[in-house]
Structures are given as C-alpha cells and as structure tokens.
C-alpha cells in the first residue's frame, strides 16, 4: 500500500523494503555466479531474457511481480522523486515530518536515500526479468525515467559525481533494460512514448554530462540501450524526428550532440572486443550520421 511520503507509515515501510532489497540483491549475485543459470533452473526465451516464470525455485522478484508489487514500487518512487525535485513542498514535508516523528530532519533524509537506494535497486533487478516488463506500467516508468533525466539536464550537474545507487544515474539502467527487451513490450508504443518525452536527447545529455563518472558497466549498459533502440524498426523509419527542433527540421545541435559519443563507443570496444557486435548497430548509425551531414 502506498502512503503519503514521510509519513509515519511510509517511513515504517523503509526497513522492509530494505531487507527485501538486500534479499533481492543476494539472488541476482546468486544467479551471476551459477554459470548460466542451469542450477537454477533458468529457462532462456526466444527474445534471449531469462523468464522467471520457468525457473525451478520461487524468487523474490517473481513475487512482487505476481502480487503487482512492481509496479506500486514503481509509483512510490516516481512521487517521491517528484516530492523531492519540487524543492518548496520538499522542504515543508520535511519540516513537518520532523515534528510530526520526533525525527531531525538529518534522520529523515538518510531515511530518504536508503528508501530511493532500496527501491531503485528492487526495480533494476526486477527488470531484468521479461514478465516484469510486461506486467509493468510502462508508460509511468519511460515517465519516471524522462522526470529524472530531464532534471539532471535542466540542472547542469557536472559537478557531481554520479551515484549509481541514486535514480539520477540508475535510471539509465531501466531505459537499458527497456531497450533490451523491445519486441516483447510492444516497440510501437515504447519508441512512440520515447520520442514524446525527447528520452534519447535526455539520455545523450546525461551522457555528455557525466559519461566520465560512470562505471565501465554503466557505460557499456547504457551504449548497448542506445544500440538496441536505434537498431529498431520504428526507430529506424522515423529516426529524423529523433533529432527535429520545434519547427519539425533537423537539429544540427542535436546530431553534434549524438556524434559525440562516438569516443566512448570506441573505447569500450578497445577495452573489450566482444562488445562489437552489440555495439554495431550504434557505430553504423554514427558513421550513417557522419556521412549524411557531412561531419
């Protein structure tokens, strides 16, 4: 159930969801470390996910699948973000949470990030999962992806280092795990959705701002995303409007912007060969962009 952020209740359920996404982590490293996945049962689908419906033990993120927990989690995360970015209602929360509990408001706000750190990684190891996806409202989540990315960019962060336990930076795992799993969550409406909420121009903003702070797994993770979308289909036959401005033209700003990337595709390619084939879509939609408008 949700409750009203920092209330005595919403603070009540931080614990819980903390030892759930401590339980949760626990498996995925668990799995990570049973070589492919044949102790446990895994069944590997045709979209190449590991679907947990078919697996031969009950995991906790099957769980809060099938009891529609995800997605609660999902929007409990979603308002408190949105809580916390509207910086004059934050602050009165606070306030009054601090009298309401006893609490200082110090408390509170280290209450505040191990909730965002405990949800955020119950989400990322859920979906990692296909049915997770499926079952989720996806809408709400490309939403709270773009919300997020969106204040990074209005803010001008580069200063700050990247958490990658803080939904300014995880986000770009969900839209990785989107991406991967296209063709199963109906492409249409994500790429659709993806354009309407300009998240591949929040995603190369973040990147440009930050991609030197990033792990080398998040930076492969977040390249391999922009591989799989730009290798879709409906991506594919509308990718102009990707880089259009207000009057509908293309955006000479924008494929600068994007083209930028190109030395952090190559170096984690120099740095692992292997990563050339998921990473060949990208490099033949840059150099497609180089040889089109002539950079």
Not at 265 to 289: E, H, I, S, W, Y
Request: include cysteine.
């Amino acid at each position: 159930r949700e409750f009203p952020v920092l209330s005595k209740e919403w603070l009540g359920q931080v614990d819980t969801l903390k030892q759930l996404s401590q339980a949760v982590h626990a498996e995925f490293v668990r799995e990570d470390d049973l070589k492919g996945g044949v102790e446990l049962g895994h069944c590997i689908n045709e979209e190449g996910g590991i679907s947990m419906f078919d697996q031969e033990y009950t995991s906790i993120a099957r769980l809060l699948v099938e009891e529609a927990k995800v997605t609660l989690c999902l929007r409990m995360l979603h308002h408190f973000k949105s809580l916390q970015y509207d910086r004059a209602s934050w602050e009165s929360t606070l306030e009054t949470a601090a009298q309401t509990t006893g609490q200082t408001q110090a408390q509170l706000e280290t209450k505040c990030r191990g909730f965002e750190q405990c949800v955020g990684l119950l989400l990322a190891r859920a979906c990692v999962h296909i049915e997770t996806l499926q079952l989720l409202d996806v809408r709400l989540f490309l939403t709270h992806i773009s919300m997020v990315l969106d204040y990074c960019d209005r803010k001008q962060q580069r200063e700050n280092v990247c958490c990658e336990t803080e939904q300014e930076t995880m986000v770009l795992e969900y839209f990785a795990c989107l991406m991967k799993h296209l063709e199963a969550i109906n492409s249409s409406e994500v790429v659709s959705s993806c354009l309407e909420q300009r998240l591949l121009k929040l995603v190369m903003s973040h990147i440009l701002n930050h991609a030197t702070e990033y792990s080398e797994e998040l930076s492969f993770s977040v390249t391999s995303g922009l591989s799989l979308l730009v290798d879709d289909e409906d991506f594919s036959t509308n990718w102009e409007q990707f880089f259009a401005n207000s009057e509908g033209e293309i955006d000479s700003q924008q494929i600068d912007a994007f083209l930028q990337i190109e030395d952090l595709v190559g170096n984690l390619v120099a740095q692992c060969p292997t990563r050339r084939a998921d990473l060949r879509p990208l490099t033949d939609f840059l150099g497609k962009l180089r040889r089109k408008f002539g950079q």
